[in-house]
């Protein structure tokens, strides 16, 4: 089984998708998917991601288990047979590895359907950006299915190869994309005067804005926030003109959701002020919104006992991880939980451009898999 899981991976490692455009991704796990005969086998909308239901035509919980299928706008540095085939794209999350192993395991569910209730298996697009859980969640709700429990696993260089890693509460931190739009005028740079530049404003902001989240400002939050600058480009590289416009990004990163409202309220204030006093005009957005992915008890019980019926001893997180994951839109629709599966402690880091999921993990993964499916269906 494991070394169908790994063919499977390299497929979708040499033919990767970014997020929103998954379609072939989407067409070649339909194609498998098909063989282990689900009574429910529906593309989402637009052909990117699916899902497969087994039913056992008696009353019980409806279980979901989760795998992420985009991947990143990384350009690949390794020289493996399977390296991507496309330019400026490849996995380097490890959806690829995520995918294939819930592939692999649909097999194992087409073979034993469940004696009660239903397992859905999910394949969503769109993780990186935050958009994937929300619109699949929608679509799985307009076809009636509701999940009790739902699951997903992720890889996690930095714990031993093969561990289980779950955490009660925040797992994986809330974070924000936001963007201030300054709007002056522009002048001869000669005549400064007669324009309004967003200069002044700008560096005010890039100075004051991370201050928000340090030093006594701190005990404004009940957990840990971070805002970070991450972009800022002002007016045109023109000697002879004075700015008029602005552009300033920052992305933020709390444990608790309730403090991401905070955040962002302090510093929409904060740039409101500094706009109002210049005479600038301001708009603010938003993008790539995720909310923190908070385990809930019961289902990362199930984890842990999955971890022990396969001789292996569950690690416990002694903090959340500061990336965010969009499978917290499950946790905030009902009892979920995400857990990780120690990828080795030697492991290049995820995003890092030279990062290839190790399959040699995929034996624990599959196996966790099937535990918590006997245990609970």
């Not at 035509?57 to 493996?80: V, Y």
């Not at 999350?93 to 359907?113: N, P, T, W």
């Not at 030279?354 to 609970?376: C, G, R």
Request: proline residues 6%.
């Amino acid at each position: 089984m494991t070394g169908e899981v790994a063919k499977i991976r390299q497929h979708l490692h040499r033919f990767p998708e970014l997020s929103g455009y998954e379609t072939a991704t989407t067409a070649y796990l339909y194609t498998l998917l098909q063989s282990s005969s689900p009574d429910q086998l529906v593309k989402g909308s637009g052909d990117k991601g699916l899902w497969a239901v087994y039913e056992s035509g008696n009353p019980g919980p409806c279980i979901l288990f989760r795998a992420d299928i985009d991947a990143l706008p990384i350009d690949e540095t390794t020289d493996l047979p399977w390296k991507s085939q496309y330019s400026g794209v490849s996995h380097k999350c490890g959806h690829d590895g995520h995918a294939a192993i819930l592939a692999g395991f649909a097999g194992r569910a087409g073979a034993h359907r469940p004696a009660r209730g239903k397992l859905v298996l999910l394949f969503q697009p769109a993780e990186e950006t935050g958009e994937g859980a929300p619109a699949m969640l929608e679509q799985l709700q307009q076809y009636g299915i509701i999940p009790d429990f739902a699951f997903a696993m992720h890889n996690l260089p930095g714990f031993p190869h093969g561990s289980v890693v779950v955490r009660e509460g925040t797992f994986a931190a809330a974070s924000r994309g936001m963007i201030f739009k300054l709007k002056g005028r522009v002048s001869h740079a000669s005549e400064p005067e007669k324009g309004q530049s967003p200069a002044a404003v700008m560096a005010h902001l890039m100075s004051h804005l991370p201050r928000l989240t340090t030093g006594n400002a701190r005990e404004k939050f009940e957990d840990f926030v971070l805002l970070t600058i991450i972009h800022a480009n002002l007016g045109m590289p023109s000697f002879g003109t004075s700015p008029g416009d602005a552009l300033l990004m920052a992305t933020l990163r709390s444990y608790k959701n309730e403090d991401m409202e905070l955040m962002c309220h302090l510093a929409e204030r904060l740039a409101q002020k500094a706009v109002a006093a210049a005479g600038l005009t301001l708009e603010i957005s938003y993008t790539e919104e995720f909310p923190a992915m908070i385990n809930h008890h019961e289902p990362v019980a199930m984890v842990r006992n999955a971890a022990v019926s396969c001789a292996l001893e569950p690690i416990n997180a002694i903090l959340p991880f500061r990336w965010s994951e969009d499978f917290a839109h499950f946790g905030l629709a009902g009892k979920a939980v995400l857990f990780g599966i120690g990828a080795g402690e030697k492991q290049l880091p995820l995003h890092h451009p030279d990062y290839d999921f190790p399959d040699s993990i995929s034996e624990t993964a599959l196996k966790v898999w099937e535990k918590l499916y006997e245990a609970l269906i």
